[in-house]
């Protein structure tokens, strides 16, 4: 069965630090991957989304990449956090949508940021 | 792009009524509507969904009703349960290529009393 495991699972960081959360896929090949953000424990915000290994589409300009160096992992960065990046982090997988595919996203267990 | 309104914002319910939950989507194109239900501090999890050649699906007390025309589905909860309190999101699939880019509302946070 697929599995997902997303680390860490909290993080507090000062500002100006660097970022890295890091979220591997098990059990299946070529996923897409994705990573939300969701401020204030509402609103799913997508962050960015990839197809495959190095093709990484970013949704909205802000102070965060992501890198896709093998097929089932996926990482999001920062060079200098803001106390603006402070949230709940998702990272989640689907099956390229295909034939009868559904398109359901299965997500990690989150990683919560706090910037200080 | 596409954009996902949902609302309330926040649903009170007495156990045993029923709740709605209502979104709109902006592109046509959209075919798949899913919902997911997020406990707190858990991950968010798909409870029920629909393609657009189905105007409505049911799984025991949840239902969801798509109307393509008005570009607006719904979530039904009926005899709601305690354990039926968290954040529902709905969402909406944007075809781009090979990928299936999930764009969601801003979630309903219900409330079932006891």
């Known amino acids: 069965s697929q599995t997902i495991h997303q680390w860490p699972a909290t993080l507090v960081q000062p500002v100006g630090s660097p970022l890295s959360l890091e979220c591997t896929v098990e059990?299946?090949?070529?996923?897409?991957l994705y990573w939300y953000r969701q401020a204030a424990g509402r609103g799913l915000q997508l962050l960015f989304y990839?197809?495959?290994?190095?093709?990484i589409s970013s949704e909205v300009p802000q102070n965060l990449s992501a890198s896709r160096p093998q097929d089932r992992q996926f990482i999001l960065s920062s060079k200098k956090l803001l106390l603006s990046d402070s949230g709940f982090y998702l990272c989640?997988?689907?099956?390229?949508?295909?034939?009868?595919?559904?398109?359901?996203?299965?997500f990690g267990e989150g990683s919560r940021l706090t910037v200080l | 792009g596409e954009n996902v309104e949902q609302h309330p914002s926040t649903l009170s319910v007495q156990e045993g009524d029923s709740a709605v939950i209502k979104c709109t989507y902006s592109?046509?194109?959209?075919?798949?509507f899913p919902w997911y239900k997020q406990e707190l501090g858990k991950r968010p999890q798909l409870i029920i969904d629909?393609?657009?050649?189905?105007g409505e699906k049911k799984d025991q007390r949840i239902a969801v009703t798509l109307n393509k025309t008005a570009k607006h589905f719904s979530l039904h909860i009926t005899e709601t349960q305690p354990e039926d309190s968290a954040v529902y999101f709905c969402?909406?699939?944007?075809?781009?290529?090979?990928?299936?880019?999930?764009?969601f509302g801003t979630g309903t946070l219900l409330a079932v009393q006891p």
């Open positions: 989640a997988w689907s099956v390229p949508l295909t034939g009868e595919a559904t398109g359901e996203l299965f």
């Open positions: 629909i393609r657009s050649n189905v």
């Open positions: 969402a909406a699939i944007v075809y781009g290529g090979a990928t299936n880019k999930l764009i």
């Open positions: 059990g299946t090949s070529n996923p897409n």
């Open positions: 592109d046509s194109a959209s075919n798949y």
């Open positions: 990839s197809v495959g290994i190095g093709q």
